[in-house]
């Protein structure tokens, strides 16, 4: 099982952010976080990256279920999708696979939870 889904894309690096963002609220999922991979490299290490976001979605109804089922959950939490501009030019987006992240938990509870999230994710990946 792989751990992540994704989709290569032609386009804009910063219309497909919005994109991005845009297709995971049709899916209840919000931005809690973005980071500029880019911007921060630059910064920190005076070194030049591609274009590279990390947005931290959150669906606050899944969210609150899983930490009901496991108060350690947050430990995984946000969810993950990336948007990275390749050398090529074209724009690859990436989301965690909630189902194999989860296989490192031991409750039952969270399978459910973990599927449907997997089929939100996939669902905003396949729609971009």
């Known amino acids: 099982m792989n751990y992540y889904f994704s989709k290569i894309l032609k386009?804009?690096?910063?219309?497909?952010v919005e994109k991005v963002i845009a297709a995971l609220k049709t899916e209840q999922f919000g931005v809690l976080t973005e980071i500029?991979?880019?911007?921060?490299?630059?910064?920190?290490?005076d070194v030049n990256f591609n274009n590279y976001k990390i947005l931290g979605a959150c669906n606050p109804p899944y969210a609150h279920k899983a930490l009901?089922?496991?108060?350690?959950i947050g430990t995984?939490?946000?969810c993950n999708?990336?948007?990275?501009?390749?050398?090529?030019?074209?724009?690859?987006?990436?989301?965690?696979?909630p189902m194999a992240s989860m296989q490192a938990v031991e409750n039952d509870a969270?399978?459910?939870?973990?599927?449907e999230i997997t089929m939100k994710l996939k669902a905003v990946i396949e729609g971009l």
């Open 36 to 45: 500029d991979i880019k911007d921060t490299l630059k910064k920190k290490l």
């Open 76 to 78: 995984m939490l946000p």
């Open 11 to 16: 386009g804009n690096f910063n219309d497909t």
């Open 110 to 115: 969270l399978k459910g939870i973990a599927e």
């Open 68 to 72: 009901l089922a496991e108060n350690k």
């Open 81 to 97: 999708v990336i948007v990275q501009e390749l050398d090529s030019g074209d724009i690859e987006v990436a989301a965690v696979n």
